[in-house]
């Protein structure tokens, strides 16, 4: 298992541990080198610091972006409206930002309504339906993402891409309404974002464009079905066959799965401006 050492810290996936529980776990660890504890008791102590309970509602998982550089975003669908304020306050307290996906417009109201911490940041993205609360900085720049729609109707779920790349700490290009109807569009594009270390391309309807963009450039591509689309096929399905059969290389994520592509792109994008760093 790799421990982030101190070279690590400014590539280090959203807003780190606060100091004081770093600090703490620090002292566990000095606790057991000096034999004062058992190994066992030291796994115990860190493991409560692992994640913090919300009422009878939620386990935050607080450690997660230290763990596997992907941050727990919170899913506001399905979510009463106080159980999602009261997890994303907690969550917030605990990490200095919080991520929370397809909110409601009632939902919205409540969020908005909270009392935060002083100098903090809300951000709504309407069309990706996305609020994004922050009382700390975003990690350092590191990494290029280029997000790629096919057509307009594409664009909500290539933003939650964009918002998750972007809270990440990566630079973020994009370009939308570049299907494989007037392909003619989508080269300028590319030349543009030549330099991007990972592509996220959605597309709906029969879902042809990831593939294309597969077969143009070198970078890993992730192919982003999208709910579009209408009668046989409809729903993202033919999208997704379509882009599960690429003869092009291609790793593709579930229908409107617009935060798992974005963080997966970014994790990729990241790791690699680690080794260039390193180099």
């Known amino acids: 298992m790799k421990i982030f050492s101190e ?3 400014p590539f280090m996936l959203m807003a780190p ?3 004081e529980k770093m600090e703490s776990n620090r002292e566990i660890l000095e606790s057991y080198r000096r034999g004062e504890i058992s190994l066992e008791e030291a796994l115990k102590q860190i493991r409560v610091r692992d994640y913090r309970t919300v009422g009878e509602v939620a386990k935050l998982d607080i450690c997660r972006s230290n763990r596997i550089g992907i941050p727990e975003a919170i899913l506001a669908e399905g979510k009463d409206k106080s159980d999602l ?6 969550h917030l307290e605990e990490t200095g930002s919080v991520i929370i996906t397809r909110v409601s417009s009632e939902q919205l109201v ?3 309504s909270a009392k935060l911490p002083p100098k903090s940041v809300f951000e709504h993205n309407p069309r990706a339906r996305t609020v994004v609360i922050r009382s700390a900085d975003r990690p350092a720049q590191a990494g290029r993402v280029a997000i790629l729609a096919a057509g307009t109707a594409d664009i909500p779920v290539a933003e939650e891409a964009r ?5 990440m700490g990566c630079q973020v290009l994009r370009e939308y309404d570049v299907g494989v109807a007037g392909i003619h569009r989508l080269f300028p594009c590319l030349e543009r974002m030549a330099d991007a270390d ?13 593939a294309v963009v597969a077969g143009l450039v070198n970078a890993p591509v992730i192919g982003l079905p999208v709910s579009t689309g209408y009668g046989i096929g409809g729903g993202g399905k033919a999208a997704l066959y379509s882009m599960l059969q690429s003869c092009s290389v291609l790793t593709v994520v579930n229908v409107d799965a617009g935060f798992v592509a974005g963080a997966y792109a970014a994790k990729i994008a990241r790791q690699k401006a680690h080794k260039e760093r390193q180099s």
């Open 7 to 9: 070279r690590d810290k």
């Open 17 to 19: 541990l606060p100091d």
């Open 85 to 90: 304020l009261a997890i994303s306050l907690a």
């Open 110 to 112: 409540v969020l908005r």
């Open 163 to 167: 918002v998750v790349a972007e809270e």
């Open 198 to 210: 990972a592509f996220v391309v959605a597309a709906g309807r029969e879902g042809t464009l990831p």
